[in-house]
């Protein structure tokens, strides 16, 4: 067989091996799918009153304006799980046990990245319903709706590679929940929650410059017709460059390992 097609085979049989990991210990995917909907339910029956008085509409305008930063939080909380594991294969010892296999090594990374995925679309997929159930109204056609389901895949890959490099890089289990961290708090740093002209001089300049922001726009946009302005191609940037740099950061220091 080709390195091509060992390659292919080596990654559907890590994936294969995390799908496992996640239906046996399927905790972790409950809390990531329950901490976003117990986050929606605070913003929009606690705050989203006066904060949606603030938009001039109400809380039925404001749960159309949070969905999408609340789609990004629950994604920067997945990482912490998918940095977690990361860093329990290397100290456990199977990941040298796999480095004396014949298989392809990038396969490992693959398994945690793919099964990572499938289960943020899942987390995505019940909070979006969720959401609809208690008001929220997008009004996306359907190549609207393809095009922020790729935004969002796109963005879900960007932040599991970089978890996946931070997983590795830390030297505990432990230490590597801590690592991804600071992730969860962009979305409250931009435009997740409140728009950014609401903030401070130096605060928005920080809200409006950070990577969070234009793929909080972009969705928001795509899904209810706001303006996107030149946030998409920014947006797409930002990911794209977030991939090849945690990939390369991921893929360097598991060679090293």
């Known amino acids: 067989m080709s390195t091509l097609t060992l390659a292919a085979?080596?990654?559907?049989?890590?994936?294969?091996?995390?799908?496992k990991r996640l239906v046996r210990y399927p905790s972790m995917t409950v809390q990531l799918i329950i901490t976003p909907v117990i986050l929606l339910f605070l913003f929009v029956y606690v705050f989203g009153g006066t904060l949606g008085?603030?938009?001039?509409?109400?809380r039925d305008?404001?749960?159309?304006y949070v969905v999408p930063g609340?789609?990004?939080?629950?994604?920067?909380?997945?990482?912490?799980?998918?940095?977690?594991?990361?860093?329990?294969?290397?100290?456990e010892g199977i990941i040298a046990r796999f480095k004396t296999m014949h298989i392809s090594r990038a396969s490992v990374l693959t398994g945690h990245v793919a099964a990572s995925l499938v289960q943020q679309l899942l987390g995505?997929?019940?909070?979006?319903?969720?959401?609809?159930?208690?008001?929220?109204?997008?009004?996306?056609?359907?190549?609207?709706w393809i095009a922020a389901a790729g935004l969002l895949v796109f963005f879900i890959l960007a932040i599991t590679w970089l978890s996946v490099a931070l997983g590795l890089k830390s030297p505990t289990p432990e230490a590597a929940a801590n690592a991804p961290m600071p992730l969860v708090f962009l979305p409250f740093l931009g435009s997740g929650f409140v728009p950014t002209d609401s903030m401070p001089t130096a605060l928005r300049w920080f809200a409006e410059y950070q990577p969070f922001t234009p793929i909080m726009e972009t969705l928001r946009g795509l899904l209810l017709g706001t303006p996107i302005g030149?946030?998409?191609?920014?947006?797409?940037?930002?990911?794209?460059?977030?991939?090849?740099?945690?990939?390369?950061?991921?893929?360097?220091?598991f060679n090293k390992a």
């Open 124 to 144: 995505a997929a019940v909070l979006v319903g969720i959401a609809y159930a208690i008001g929220f109204r997008p009004n996306a056609t359907l190549i609207e």
């Open 230 to 253: 030149n946030s998409g191609p920014i947006a797409l940037a930002w990911c794209a460059g977030l991939i090849t740099v945690s990939y390369l950061w991921a893929k360097n220091t």
């Open 53 to 58: 008085n603030g938009l001039g509409g109400g």
């Open 9 to 19: 085979r080596d990654s559907s049989t890590m994936i294969r091996r995390q799908l």
């Open 61 to 64: 305008a404001y749960v159309n």
């Open 70 to 91: 609340i789609l990004l939080m629950a994604a920067a909380t997945a990482a912490t799980g998918t940095a977690v594991m990361v860093a329990t294969d290397m100290t």
